[in-house]
Structures are given as structure tokens and as C-alpha cells.
T-cell receptor
């Protein structure tokens, strides 16, 4: 596979469920990102990992918990979400978070619906 | 705080027309500006990246320009096709790579 792959593409969960979103990049990049896209709003940065270290947490509620076991994989663990958390969650990667061209490459997204 | 604005929010044109999409940003101290395309329910596809030292980039029928002094970037699409119908987003990168600010996009419809 090439590029950035996200699974699952669609997820429906209740407010008490625990689920995880997975992202894998095959580009040899060292930085990975989670973004949230809600209707009628610009993309919101959630987390940044650079060489597996978290460098940015954009005031994200603790019910979202990221995990980056290596530079190719990024997870977003979800727990006791709210209906307003329903959105398209996008994973992206770049060469590095503080060097290179800064070009971002995105996955297809995971559409989350919280009932 | 960087703000990125895209006007118009929606645009409908007949096939074959040349068109320009606009992107404005408030902080001219940007590192780069990237244009993306997003199809409904899908992720973002990178179209063009302009570094701060560059004035324009071209890829096929697409040409993006950057004027940092005026805080503007434009995406020119030549000879538009129905397959160009999508939402086009611009994103300005300033400071660290986590400081990427996206516009809300222009939804383009090309009518056959």
C-alpha cells in the first residue's frame, strides 16, 4: 500500500463505548497528525507527533487519547464520547514536524458518529 | 492569530471555463501555502505546495500563486472539467509545523 491509510472508514459508537481509530503511513515520514473536520468549520488540529514524541496537544479533551508506537503508526483511542464529537477524523503525515517542505499528506478519513 | 479566508464559499461554472479560487491570510510570515482538493466524504488530496520563497507552482492545468506581502494566494484552473468538481482548501503554515491554519474551502461545481 502507498500513502496514508486510515481504518475504519466509518464508525458508529455509543457514548459509553471504547473504540480506536488507526492510521498508517507508507511514505517514510516522521511526523503524524490528527485533525478533526466538522461541518462548516475549518479543519482543527488535534495532535502532532514528531519522531514518535507528542509535540502538540491542541487543548483536546481527555476522552481522545492518541498513541504513536512508531513513526509509521498513529492511533486515536476514543472513550465516553459526546454526540458533538461526531465528525470526520483525518490523519496526516509530513517529512518532519520542524523541517523539510512541510507538505502534508492526508488519509481518507474515519467518519465517526456518536449516538 | 492566523486567519485564512476563502471566497467565494461556492462557485458554479460551465465546463471549459478558466477560473480562479482565492485564499487570503492575515499573517504574512508563512513558511508555505498548500492547496488541497477534497471530494465528498473523502480525505484531502494535495494539489500544490508553494514555499514562502516562491511566487508560483504549476501542475498540469493548475497554477497556484503566492503574494505574501498582500496576504493572498490564488489557484487558477484552466479549461475546467466536471471531474474538477470538489471542495478546494488552502492551508497556511507558519512557525512550527503544528501551526497550519486551514480555510473553510470553496466548493466548486463544473457543469457539463
Amino acid at each position: 500500500e502507498t500513502g496514508v491509510t486510515q481504518t475504519p472508514r466509518h464508525l458508529v459508537m455509543g457514548m459509553t463505548n471504547k473504540k480506536s481509530l488507526k492510521c498508517e503511513q507508507h511514505l517514510g515520514h516522521n511526523a503524524m497528525y490528527w485533525y478533526k473536520q466538522s461541518a462548516k468549520k475549518p479543519l482543527e488540529l488535534m495532535f502532532v507527533y514528531n519522531f514518535k514524541e507528542q509535540t502538540e496537544n491542541n487543548s483536546v479533551p481527555s476522552r481522545f487519547s492518541p498513541e504513536c508506537p512508531n513513526s509509521s503508526h498513529l492511533f486515536l483511542h476514543l472513550h465516553t464520547l459526546q454526540p458533538e464529537d461526531s465528525a470526520l477524523y483525518l490523519c496526516a503525515s509530513s517529512q518532519e514536524a520542524l523541517a523539510g517542505t512541510g507538505e502534508l499528506f492526508f488519509g481518507e478519513g474515519s467518519r465517526l458518529t456518536v449516538l | 492569530k492566523q486567519e485564512v479566508t476563502q471566497i467565494p464559499a461556492a462557485l458554479s461554472v460551465p465546463e471549459g471555463e478558466n477560473l480562479v479560487l482565492n485564499c487570503s491570510f492575515t499573517d504574512s510570515a508563512i513558511y508555505n501555502l498548500q492547496w488541497f482538493r477534497q471530494d465528498p466524504g473523502k480525505g484531502l488530496t494535495s494539489l500544490l505546495l508553494i514555499q514562502s520563497s516562491q511566487r508560483e507552482q504549476t501542475s498540469g492545468r493548475l497554477n497556484a500563486s503566492l503574494d505574501k506581502s498582500s496576504g493572498r494566494s490564488t489557484l487558477y484552473i484552466a479549461a475546467s472539467q466536471p471531474g474538477d468538481s470538489a471542495t478546494y482548501l488552502c492551508a497556511a503554515l507558519a512557525g512550527g509545523y503544528q501551526k497550519v491554519t486551514f480555510g473553510t474551502g470553496t466548493k466548486l461545481q463544473v457543469i457539463p
